[in-house]
T-cell receptor, first 117, second 115 residues
């Protein structure tokens, strides 16, 4: 158990709909990362937050948005869903903001599997 | 361009055999390199971390090597077990830019261990 909690574990919805994925980081971790993993593909970085602020952006679509709340949990909002958005969405947390040559390890949750029909 | 390339893309070995997975990177400057193991449908878990000054590091039957001059890392698995079947992902912590060190992920090597 990594200590990172993601809900829901599974989600089935229709095209055009909107869903929210939730992530609770490990206790004490300030950084939250979101990744998308399509079937048989590698992890694609979406976005990172540190202590409530957006820190880095990857290949995140405009239809997707995220935020990190004062209690450090994070939500990833996916709207106007398309078939191609079906994927595993992972949240990861780490202690630091990645400033400097630190050795921060990412701790991943078990993922939220989104199926768009 | 900062990239991490892994080979082979997939590998099938028999239980008890050894194997070596490769990771080549063009990331510069380099902070550290981690190998993660990802079981199917699960989140990745860190196996080892290599910093610039380290050449070899072991974690049980897993041994990682790093050659910072050639920018290559390998993950050697000894006496493979069925539970080693997973994807192995190489992640390089790269340049410090915009206030943080960017993480660059490889696409992973999918290992299948057959009885």
């Amino acid at each position: 158990d990594s200590g990172v909690t993601q809900t829901p574990k599974h989600l089935i919805t229709a095209t055009g709909q909107r869903v929210t994925l939730r992530c609770s980081p490990r206790s004490g971790d300030l950084s939250v990362y979101w990744y998308q993993q399509s079937l048989d593909q590698g992890l694609q970085f979406l976005i990172q937050y540190y202590n409530g602020e957006e820190r880095a952006k990857g290949n995140i679509l405009e239809r997707f948005s995220a935020q990190q709340f004062p209690d450090l949990h994070s939500e990833l909002n996916l709207s106007s869903l398309e078939l191609g958005d079906s994927a595993l969405y992972f949240c990861a947390s780490s202690v630091s903001s990645d400033r400097g040559p630190n050795t921060g390890e990412l701790f991943f949750g078990e993922g939220s599997r989104l199926t768009v029909l | 361009k900062n990239q991490v390339e892994q080979s082979p893309q997939s590998l099938i070995i028999l239980e008890g055999k050894n194997c070596t997975l490769q990771c080549n990177y063009t990331v510069s400057p380099f902070s550290n390199l981690r190998w993660y193991k990802q079981d199917t449908g699960r989140g990745p878990v860190s196996l080892t971390i290599m910093t610039f000054s380290e050449n070899t590091k072991s974690n049980g039957r897993y041994t990682a090597t790093l050659d910072a001059d050639t920018k290559q890392s390998s993950l050697h698995i000894t006496a493979s077990q069925l539970s080693d079947s997973a994807s192995y992902i190489c992640v390089v912590r790269g340049p410090f830019s915009g206030g943080y060190n960017k993480l660059i992920f490889g696409a992973g090597t999918r290992l299948a261990v057959h009885p």
